[in-house]
Structure formats: structure tokens, C-alpha cells
């Protein structure tokens, strides 16, 4: 390096440099300061935007397809069954009238729409052998135990001991039994 004050430059070099610092130097930072930020920014281009985030790899691309694929068969019978039986654990001791033809109309409507027509079909001979008796809770969740067990019969499942359906489908966990349904305080509630 050649020793200072032998190039003639050297003043202005010195002058630009001074400039140059004010210009893009915080003015509260020393010039040695290693945290030196730019006041402006002579260009006059935008920012350029960040660059993409990379695609997420293919495993987690696998997951996210999973929840949106359709339902299989069997995923739709349990989600069925987990409705129907917490629907018997909550079905009322009493029944109005109504509420016993509400069971008798979903059972029968199940057997028309359910989304397997297979199924559907079959349910419907299920019903026809075994009408809907849904005189109270009690009798109601045994009668669909009973159903099922005739559907897991004829799928080569294990049968379900029907005497312990309302510890494995109990009421729901309701403060102060919130999500009871109300019954029949009729006369005759088992008409
Ligand atoms: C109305 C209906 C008709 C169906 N018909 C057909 C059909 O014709 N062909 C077909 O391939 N699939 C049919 N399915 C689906 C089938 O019954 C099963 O839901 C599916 O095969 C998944 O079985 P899973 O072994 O997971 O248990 P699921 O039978 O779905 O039972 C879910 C859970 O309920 C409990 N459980 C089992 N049996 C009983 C019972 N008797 N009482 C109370 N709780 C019980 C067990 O804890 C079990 O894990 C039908 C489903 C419904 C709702």
C-alpha cells in the first residue's frame, strides 16, 4: 500500500469517504461501531420480495391428502354406530310419542340413505326381522346392541356383550347434564 499523503487523490478520497459515512451511517453510531445500519438506500429498484418457501416434502403432502381423501366404508360405519349408540346412551327413561317415532324414522331413513348401498340394503332386512323397540333408553340401546351384533355377525366380527353397551357407550360428559333430552311426564308413556 502506498504510505499515506503520496497520492494526490488522497484528499478527495478522504472528502467522499466522510460523506459517504453521514450519508449512510446512523449518526449515533461510532464509526467502528460493528452494528452500523444504512440511513438510505441509493437504489431505486423496489425491494426484491423473499424468495418462495421451498413445497413442503412429499410425507407431509401425503398427511394433508389423507384428511381430505373420502371415507372408506368401514370409517363411515363407526362414525354411524358412534352416533346411533351415543344417541340410545341419550335417549329419555320416558320417550314422548315423538321421540319414539324420531327412532323408528332414523332407523328407517338410515336404511334408505345410508352411503353404501350394500349396507343400506342389508340394514334394511336387519329392520324388517327386528323392528325398532324404543320404549325407553334401556330398551332402545339394547335393541340397537342387538342390531349391531347382527350386522357383526354377518361381517365375521366378534359379538358385543350387549349387558355392558352403556359402559362402553355411556350419556355424554355434560356439565350438569346439560345435554339431556327431555322426556314424557304423559299419563301413558309407553303408548
Ligand atoms: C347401519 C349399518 C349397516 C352396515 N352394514 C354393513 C354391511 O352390510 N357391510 C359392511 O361391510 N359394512 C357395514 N357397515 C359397517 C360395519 O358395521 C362397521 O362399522 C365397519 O366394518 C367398521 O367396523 P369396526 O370393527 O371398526 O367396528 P364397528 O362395528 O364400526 O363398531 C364400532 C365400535 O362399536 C363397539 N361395538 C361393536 N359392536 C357393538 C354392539 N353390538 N353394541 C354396542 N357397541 C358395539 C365396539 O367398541 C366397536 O369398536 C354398516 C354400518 C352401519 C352403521
Not at 133 to 144: R, V
Not at 169 to 177: E, H, M, N, V, Y
Request: proline share 13%; with cysteine; glycine share 4%.
Amino acid at each position: 500500500m502506498a504510505p499515506s499523503g503520496s497520492n494526490p487523490l488522497e484528499p478527495v478520497f478522504q472528502t467522499v469517504a466522510a460523506f459517504s459515512r453521514r450519508l449512510l451511517i446512523a449518526p449515533d453510531t461510532a464509526p467502528d461501531d460493528h452494528r452500523l445500519r444504512p440511513l438510505l438506500s441509493l437504489s431505486l429498484s423496489p425491494p426484491a420480495p423473499p424468495p418462495p418457501a421451498p413445497p413442503p416434502p412429499p410425507e407431509v403432502l401425503k398427511q394433508k391428502d389423507a384428511k381430505v381423501a373420502p371415507l372408506t366404508k368401514e370409517e363411515v360405519g363407526r362414525a354411524t354406530w358412534m352416533l346411533l349408540h351415543t344417541i340410545a346412551a341419550q335417549f329419555p327413561d320416558e320417550p314422548t310419542r315423538q321421540q319414539k317415532r324420531d327412532a323408528k324414522e332414523l332407523m328407517a331413513l338410515l336404511s334408505r340413505i345410508y352411503p353404501c348401498k350394500e349396507c343400506a340394503d342389508h340394514f334394511k332386512e336387519v329392520l324388517k326381522a327386528n323392528p325398532v323397540q324404543a320404549g325407553s333408553q334401556a330398551e332402545f340401546s339394547q335393541w340397537l346392541c342387538y342390531v349391531h351384533n347382527v350386522v357383526n355377525r354377518s361381517l365375521g366380527k366378534t359379538i358385543f356383550p350387549c349387558q355392558r353397551v352403556n359402559a362402553r357407550w355411556g350419556k355424554l360428559d355434560c356439565p350438569d347434564r346439560a345435554c339431556d333430552l327431555e322426556g314424557s311426564n304423559d299419563i301413558m308413556p309407553n303408548r
